[in-house]
Structure formats: structure tokens, C-alpha cells
């Protein structure tokens, strides 16, 4: 015969869950609410994630193709680790196939404005990188033009832009212009920019990480 389970172990353990709960929430009030600053992201913050490919697999992509089948993707990951600190509304994850750095540029007034996230990460330029010969300044040019109408937003969002990671897609004539990319996205930070270095971050070489030198698998998603 099998011993009832006790009601004291269930509740020992649904404590447990609780406490490790708001410890994560103590530790990103302590990392987004500094005292005697002003909130840089306020608990149940709206936020938006806006790119290409690597941004869409976040969202409710499926297929069979095994660098596909991850686990809702960065933004997945991103969204409960902030356990509560912010929140995606339905259709807020704006990441599309292919989109190179001017399309996302000439859909930001549609896609993301009327979301106006408090959050909103950033990721683009492989596509410029790796299928056109888009100049680094054309390329800078939609970046800033983005960066501008995000901060004409009323909700005045906190930006996390990626840079970009070395990927054998890119032929070594372009390898230079993405260097230089990531060199000038550095001097971005700023108060309302955080620039996440996903080229420190992610080998996309790696196996592990990715299945195809361009899109983070589960465990590379999990990672960013």
C-alpha cells in the first residue's frame, strides 16, 4: 500500500518555489531600481522584440529543422528570467524572416509604435552582412533612424541592442564591415542604450550554441 504523501512536504516545497520566486525578484528590482535613480524599467514594464530571423524564432515558429526547434527563442528565455519585471503583449514579438536593416527601419511606424514598449531589444544586420552589399554607412543610417523614432516614443523605451557575431555566412570581404559594425554600435551606449555584446557571447561555430552559424539553437538562445 502506498503512504499518503504529506500535506506538510507539499507545502514545504510550494515555499520553496515561492522564496526562489521573489529572490529573482529582488535581484531585478536591485539591478533596474537603484536608489535615489529614477526607474530605468518598472516592474511589468511592456516590451517588444523587433529584428530578422533570430528574433521571429522567438516567437510561435515551428518546424521540423533542427535549428528552428528551440525552445521560444531568446526572447522566450529573456522573458522569464524577468519573472514579472516585464511583459509581451500578444503580436509584440516583431522579429521577420530576412528583413535586412531598411526594412526594419521602414516598419518600425507600424510594427512598434503603436506597442509603445517600455523595453525593446534590437537585433539586426546579418542579413545586410550576409546577402547584399549594403555599405556600413547605410547600414548606420537605419540604426540611427530606428534609434530615433524609438526615443520619440512617448513610453521613452530602454534599448538592448545586439552586435553582431562572426558567422562563416559572412564572406571575409564583408567580415570587415561587420567589425567595423560592431565598433561603432559600441559607442551607442548611452543612458537609455545597452549594448549586448552577442559577439563575445555567442560562437556561432559552436555546435552547441548553433545549428547553422546564424540562429541560436536552445541552449545558445538560452544563453543571450
Known amino acids: 500500500m502506498k503512504r499518503a504523501r504529506k500535506k506538510r512536504g507539499i507545502s514545504f516545497r510550494l515555499l520553496q518555489i515561492l522564496l526562489a520566486r521573489e529572490h529573482r525578484r529582488d535581484r531585478i528590482r536591485a539591478n533596474t531600481q537603484q536608489p535615489g535613480l529614477p526607474s530605468l524599467l518598472p516592474e511589468s514594464s511592456r516590451i517588444a522584440f523587433f529584428g530578422d530571423s533570430r528574433t521571429n524564432y522567438g ?3 515551428t518546424s521540423g529543422s533542427t535549428h528552428y526547434a528551440h525552445v521560444q527563442g531568446f526572447s522566450g528565455w529573456m522573458l522569464g528570467m524577468l519573472d514579472g519585471a516585464a511583459f509581451m503583449p500578444i503580436g509584440a514579438n516583431k522579429g ?15 510594427d512598434i509604435a503603436p ?3 517600455k523595453l525593446l531589444t534590437i537585433w539586426g544586420g546579418i542579413n545586410d552582412l550576409k546577402g547584399t552589399s549594403r555599405t556600413l554607412a547605410q547600414m548606420q543610417a537605419n540604426m540611427a533612424s ?10 521613452k523605451p530602454v534599448m538592448f541592442i545586439a552586435n553582431e557575431p562572426a558567422s562563416s555566412t559572412i564572406t571575409a570581404g564583408r567580415e ?3 567589425t567595423q559594425w560592431n565598433a561603432w554600435l559600441a559607442t551607442l551606449a548611452a543612458d537609455d542604450i545597452v549594448i549586448f555584446d552577442a559577439a563575445s557571447e555567442i560562437d556561432m561555430a559552436d555546435t552547441n ?3 547553422d552559424q546564424v540562429h541560436t539553437n536552445a541552449r545558445g538562445s ?3
Not at 521577420?96 to 507600424?110: E, H, S
Not at 530615433?148 to 513610453?155: D, G, V
Request: a positive charge.
Open 176 to 178: 570587415t564591415v561587420r
Open 146 to 155: 530606428i534609434i530615433a523614432k524609438a526615443r520619440a516614443l512617448s513610453s
Open 209 to 211: 550554441l548553433s545549428a
Open 59 to 61: 516567437a510561435t515558429y
Open 96 to 110: 521577420v524572416v530576412g528583413n535586412t536593416l531598411d526594412q526594419m527601419d521602414t516598419r518600425f511606424g507600424a
Open 115 to 117: 506597442l509603445n514598449p
Open 222 to 224: 538560452y544563453q543571450i
